[in-house]
């Protein structure tokens, strides 16, 4: 039989996802809070009059005015909502995607961008961030874009997976000048202490999405794009009916009636962030074997360790039962790194001893 797989789609890897084991699991920068258990019970009680036998609301409009009101989306932007990010990555590309258009984005930076322009067959144009740093290569963007006019151009903002927050005149000065569109990623804004949200009509080719899994939403699947209302329209005509299944859409309406709440745990992590890297600043002081602690202004870590000791490191962590994520296996400017996801200060504790027991037995 003839093999109708595409050539570019054969050669990818599928995305990898291990099973969560018996491990402590650090590796997902999940928010590993549960809510209050009154409200809990409540939520529990109002899921009786969900009405599963029937088709979800198709354009959401509940939830979306819930999602207005709470992530402060400018009155007469356009929303559009997704099943998690990948899903509007997915449809800002069919949206666009044309024979010989580009897409352009830093690396390192979220894998789904290249990912997803390869399955609607885009090209992808990967700009290196600073070695030193991963920060903007700013010269370098601006060459880039003038040479190749990328259709849209993707900036995760803080940055996945090493969690820096670019220079918010950097990206100005790439909206000003990009003719294609340009997508700021804000799937870590409750860490961050900036946003493009309010930029929205100040730049015709500004989209800005978010994701309600890093607020402790993960099992939702929940994100938004928001723009102007002339492109978000176009974009629309390309998600799927009901995208939005009828359990997400009450469950995250009653979650945002109590934003305090998940507002409360991304200010408790954002705490324990700063503890966790000044302890694994103090590990690095004292160990060698720890190159760099990135600072980041989401809810992980990215360290970098000695030549040759991620992987060990990795399996380590692991056989004391701690689950991080060995990034070491991109290579590039990821060698030698891993990443850890901010958690409870518990959490953290158990990861610090495992990591100093792995140091010590080396």
Known sequence: MKNWIRPEIAALSAYHIPAPGEWIKLDAMENPYRWPAELEREWLESLQNVEINRYPDPAAIELTNRLRSTMNIPADAGVVLGNGSDELIQMILMAIAESGRTVMAPEPSFVMYKMIATYVGMKFSAVPLKESDFELDLDKILTT??????????????????????????????????????????????????SFMGDIYKYENLLVMRTLSKMGLAGLRLGLLAGGRKWITEIDKVRLPYNINTLTQHTASFILNHAAVLEKQAAELRSNREDLLAQLQQLADSSPLIQQVYPSQANFILFRVDSGWADKIFEGLKLRGVLIKNLNPASGALSESLRVTVSTKEENAQFLIALKRCLEDE
């Open 145 to 194: 874009i003038v040479e190749q006019q990328p259709a849209i151009i993707f900036l995760a903002y803080p940055n996945n997976p090493t969690g820096n927050l670019w220079k918010r005149a950097d990206i100005e000065q790439i909206l000003e000048v990009a003719e294609g569109f340009v997508v700021v990623d804000e799937a870590y804004h409750v860490f961050a202490n900036d």
